[in-house]
């Protein structure tokens, strides 16, 4: 029972983080119909990025906390990874937006390598060490641990989902988002700016994938440059999962996946009798992703028009 728990708490924590990042890829689906194959290595980016500026920052300020330092460095990493991805998408999507649908998508893999090959050249290809800046000393809940950068993942991904959920269903610029989903065309007519909405959708998916990345590197402890390249297969996964397009199925998508990720690992070996051992855990959000796409391909909430962002 208690390995149940622990599972079940490692799996929310990972299905937190998948759900953030699987926000970013049905956010840009559910507007432009793009599947943003470079999204996880603007995660990748935003963590290098924070990672430069939290070694700057402990050089610079001995003795500052680390929460302090932790807050400062994901805000920046979050600014440089907005102003890539709209760079990205002003200079590699926004000239095919009419194009075949896969002519995009073969430029969203190009992108994707060639972060990748720029950070190999900006960072190096080793792996580093991300700093603990919060206490380390675990909490216990029933016979299960949970850390307080643990707990810190679950509340910064609820609250950034509240400042989502609100920023879509009752802002001005939701609307505008919403409008621009169902009809690019249509929106234009009625006075907003499908370019603008557009392009503040690939702002804030990068937000939530530099806040994704910095939890990522924060709970494992390293950064390295092909890091956004599985995590990023996996939310993509969670939103197919979920229904790509709906914002509650990438949330449920991230979740589940997280849970039974974590939940088949903890069991694995003892359902294939030892024959296979938790290192296998990836082939179960590929498993997931097969058995959904053959089943249901429109995912667990299908595509709700009137939900998509």
Request: with cysteine.
């Amino acid at each position: 029972m208690d390995i149940l728990l622990q599972q079940i708490i490692n799996g929310l924590v990972l299905g937190s983080m998948y759900a953030l990042i699987a926000l970013g890829y049905t956010m840009v689906y559910g507007i432009i119909q793009l599947i943003n194959f470079a999204h996880g290595e603007v995660l990748m980016v935003g963590a290098l990025t924070s990672w430069s500026v939290v070694g700057l920052m402990q050089e610079s300020m001995p003795g500052a906390p680390g929460w302090a330092i932790l807050i400062l460095a994901t805000l920046i990493a979050c600014l440089v990874a907005a102003v890539l991805n709209f760079v990205i998408e002003k200079v590699a999507y926004r000239p095919l937006r009419n194009s075949p649908r896969l002519a995009p998508l073969i430029t969203a893999i190009g992108v994707s390598i060639l972060l990748q090959a720029i950070a190999m050249m900006i960072w190096r290809p080793s792996y580093k060490s991300f700093p603990s800046l919060l206490p380390t000393e675990p909490y216990q809940i029933g016979g299960a641990f949970i850390t307080p950068t643990q707990i810190m993942v679950l509340g910064v991904t609820a609250v950034s989902l509240a400042i989502l959920m609100w920023l879509v269903n009752f802002t001005r610029m939701g609307r505008a988002m919403r409008a621009t989903a169902e009809n690019p065309r249509v929106a234009g007519l009625m006075g907003v700016r499908p370019d603008m909405v557009i392009s503040a959708t690939f702002i804030i998916g990068a937000v939530l994938a530099v806040i994704a990345g910095v939890m990522l590197a924060m709970n494992y402890g390293t950064v390295y440059h092909t890091m956004g390249f599985l995590p990023g297969l996996k939310a993509f996964t969670a939103a197919v999962f979920g229904g790509i397009g709906n914002l509650g199925g990438a949330v449920i998508g991230g979740l589940l996946l997280g849970l039974i990720e974590s939940i088949g690992s903890g069991y694995i070996g003892d359902l294939t009798g030892g024959v296979l051992g938790s290192n296998y855990t990836d082939i179960f959000a590929f498993v997931v992703l097969i058995i959904i796409l053959t089943l249901r391909p429109s995912g667990l909430l299908g595509e709700r028009v009137a939900d998509r962002a």
